[in-house]
C-alpha cells in the first residue's frame, strides 16, 4: 500500500532553518500539503498545493517539491514553532497522512 | 468567521456504536465538502472519510468501510459520524474537517472542530 514517510524527529536551534522532509512514489503527480499540530490542539493547514501558504501562516513557513520528496521549511525557527508536523497527499481511495515529523525547538 | 464544533467526550463498550457531530457556523454549509479524520493516543493522523453536504454522497476509506456512516442535517448544519462494532483501537480524538474551496472537492482540510474523544473500554 502507498505510504508517506516523515522522519520521527528533527532538532534545531531557535533562529535556525528546519527542514521536515516527506516521501511517497506518487508525489511526483499529487500535490503536498503539511498541517502543524500543537499538544492538545486540532491541526493547522500550514502549507498547500506543495508551497503555497495559507492567510495568516508566517511567511517564516514555506514548501517545495523535488521528485518523490517534498519539503517544509521553516526559516529562522521560533520557539513557538515547536510541534508535530504531518504532511498529507492524495491516494488512490482519497489522501493519506505521513507518520508525522516533532520539531524539537533546542 | 468558520467554525466546526463537535460534540462532547463518549465512553463506549466493545462492540457498541458511537455518534458524533459537527456543527458548522460562519459558511455555506452545503457547499464544502466535510471530512472525518482520527488520531489515536500518542498516534499520528488517519484520514476516515468525506461527505457531501449538498448531495448526502459520501465515500470511506477502505479500513472504515462497512463500519463507518456519514451523514448531515442542513436543516442545522450538521454533519455526524456514526462508527460500528468498537474496538478497543478505536480509542481516539475524533475530528471534522472543512475542504477548502466551495463545490470543489479537493481534500485540503482548511478548517477543523476541536476533537471529539472516543475511549472504548470495558
Known amino acids: 500500500s502507498y505510504e508517506l514517510t516523515q522522519p520521527p524527529s528533527v532538532s534545531v536551534s531557535p533562529g535556525q532553518t528546519a527542514r521536515i522532509t516527506c516521501s511517497g512514489d506518487?508525489?511526483?503527480?499529487?500535490?503536498a500539503y503539511w498541517y502543524q499540530q500543537k499538544p492538545g490542539q486540532a491541526p493547522v493547514l500550514v502549507i498547500y498545493?506543495?508551497?503555497e501558504r495559507p492567510s495568516g501562516i508566517p511567511e517564516r513557513f514555506s514548501g517545495s517539491s523535488s521528485g518523490t520528496t517534498v519539503t517544509l521549511t521553516i526559516s529562522g525557527v521560533q520557539a513557538e514553532d515547536e510541534a508535530d508536523y504531518y504532511c498529507?497527499?492524495?491516494?488512490?481511495?482519497?489522501?493519506?497522512f505521513g507518520g508525522g515529523t516533532k520539531l524539537t525547538v533546542l | 468567521q468558520v467554525q466546526l464544533v463537535q460534540s462532547g467526550a463518549e465512553v463506549k463498550k466493545p462492540g457498541a456504536s458511537v455518534k458524533v457531530s459537527c456543527k458548522a457556523s460562519?459558511?455555506?454549509?452545503?457547499?464544502?465538502?466535510m471530512h472525518w479524520v482520527r488520531q489515536a493516543p500518542g498516534q499520528g493522523l488517519e484520514w476516515m472519510g468525506w461527505?457531501?453536504?449538498?448531495?448526502?454522497?459520501?465515500n470511506y476509506a477502505q479500513k472504515f468501510q462497512g463500519r463507518v456512516t456519514m451523514t448531515r442535517d442542513t436543516s442545522i448544519s450538521t454533519a455526524y459520524m456514526e462508527l460500528s462494532r468498537l474496538r478497543s483501537d478505536d480509542t481516539a480524538v475524533y475530528y471534522c474537517?472543512?475542504?477548502?474551496?466551495?463545490?470543489?472537492?479537493?481534500?485540503?482540510?482548511?478548517?477543523w472542530g476541536q476533537g471529539t474523544l472516543v475511549t472504548v473500554s470495558s
Open positions: 474537517a472543512r475542504d477548502a474551496e466551495e463545490w470543489e472537492l479537493q481534500i485540503i482540510l482548511s478548517y
Open positions: 460562519g459558511y455555506t454549509f452545503t457547499g464544502y465538502y
Open positions: 461527505i457531501n453536504p449538498n448531495s448526502g454522497g459520501t
Open positions: 506518487a508525489l511526483p503527480k499529487q500535490y
Open positions: 498545493k506543495d508551497s
Open positions: 498529507q497527499s492524495a491516494d488512490s481511495s482519497g489522501t493519506l
